[in-house]
């Protein structure tokens, strides 16, 4: 079950091809987490063959074992690949410092206009595309995710369990845990067993780790109490947020309210969901929404606090396991568990893609982007990039009628 990754042997990549690569994403890259992924997927698999599509799998099986912006964190376990420590911290710069700095302006101009500009047309048009975008990623990375009628039956159960509502993180290593234990069972008839075990109880050690330890910052800010604001509270706030995070925009909102509307009054319910629309309709990671709120509270020095706070946890949780990825999968055992959390992986992806395309899909003309968007994609291959641009551009002259 759990293969050798197949490794595409490519030349280094120089820090400019990193650095224009990941700006560029983070400057287009529209409709959260899932789009990422897949513009991701077709740059550095298809277009650039930087990774096979087994060794893309295995980065995002990893990166949601992990808390905190699934797509962030994989834009920087591929900067650690392409170019160690430096890529590391240039692809996440990168692909994050675009999004925020579009942010703080969207803020910028809601604080001294009382509102959020026009962006409805805009997200009626590029949505049906990034569906079509999503899709093409999935279908291509069905293949290398799903080697046997195990994971294709783990792949289904995860995909139904989770429009059911089931919590995501017991999805994933329930799934790892079933392809795993059927490996054991396998494994143990041949007494090869006990030889890949101690492999997959690091994994699960730094894992367990990584979600544990994170919690200990509520100690260092109990939410109880209501602070005066500063950038130093605003700090902590958001690197708890950035370090216990899980799941999708929702469970996004439901830790902000808590702290900030509920507890500590320094935002308002309508600032709040303003903020969360920000960070979903601007391109770039989902996160961005604290660059919002910390400009309302402090200006661009609270925007740059709380960007600060919620994505320093994503650059130190991957630099503690980029190095164990690889290692997983020499070990069978390892290897095993980590395909059941990639088809895991790939099923939830499936999953929230099924939700964009209900919302996305509306009416004829959005079906029609929808289709025209995957006709071109399969038969010129065009980058998706300028499909979503496109298409944003016709929401702009064409904005839907109400």
């Not at 087994?54 to 834009?75: K, Q, R, Y």
């Not at 995957?374 to 944003?392: D, E, K, Q, V, Y």
């Amino acid at each position: 079950m759990a293969e050798p990754t197949a490794h595409v042997d490519v030349p280094p990549t120089s820090l400019w091809t990193l650095a224009r690569l990941f700006l560029r994403l983070g400057c287009t890259a529209f409709g959260g987490p899932a789009v990422h992924i897949a513009l991701m997927k077709e740059e550095v698999v298809t277009r650039r063959r930087w990774l096979s599509e087994a060794e893309f799998l295995d980065l995002l099986g990893a990166t949601n074992l992990i808390p905190g912006p699934n797509s962030t964190e994989l834009a920087i376990h591929i900067g650690f690949l392409r170019g160690r420590w430096r890529g590391l911290i240039l692809a996440g710069l990168c692909f994050i410092l675009p999004a925020a700095l579009i942010v703080a302006a969207f803020a910028w101009a809601y604080l001294r206009y009382g509102a959020l500009p026009q962006v409805a047309g805009l997200l009626y048009a590029v949505k049906p595309v990034v569906v079509a975008v999503v899709l093409q990623a999935i279908a291509g990375l069905l293949r290398p995710a799903v080697k046997g009628p195990l994971l294709g039956a783990l792949g289904a159960a995860v995909l139904v369990l989770a429009l059911l509502g089931v919590d995501e993180l017991a999805l994933l290593f329930g799934a790892g845990a079933v392809a795993g234990a059927s490996h054991w069972a396998s494994s143990a008839r041949t007494g090869s067993a006990l030889a890949s075990l101690r492999p997959l109880l690091v994994m699960l050690l730094v894992a367990a780790t990584m979600i544990a330890l994170p919690s200990l910052l509520t100690l260092a800010l109990p939410t109880s109490t209501t602070p005066s604001f500063g950038l130093g509270p605003l700090l902590l706030f958001f690197l708890k947020v950035g370090s216990v995070l899980y799941g999708s925009g929702y469970v996004l909102l439901a830790f902000l309210r808590d702290g900030l509307v509920d507890h500590w009054h320094w935002l308002s319910e309508a600032q709040l969901l303003d903020a969360v629309a920000v960070g979903q309709v601007t391109p770039g990671p989902v996160f961005t929404t604290a660059t919002f709120i910390g400009y309302l509270l402090g200006g661009a020095s609270g925007a740059a606090v709380a960007t600060l706070g919620i994505f320093l946890p994503s650059f130190l949780f991957v630099a503690a396991s980029a190095w164990l990825v690889p290692r997983i999968r020499r070990s069978p055992l390892a290897g095993a568990f980590l395909d059941g959390v990639n088809v895991a992986a790939l099923a939830l992806m499936v999953a929230v893609t099924s939700q964009l395309a209900r919302a996305a899909l509306v009416d004829p003309l959005t079906l029609a982007l929808a289709l025209l968007s995957a006709a071109l994609l399969l038969r010129f291959r065009l980058n998706p990039t300028w499909l979503i641009l496109s298409a944003a551009a016709l929401g702009v002259l064409l904005p839907p009628q109400s």
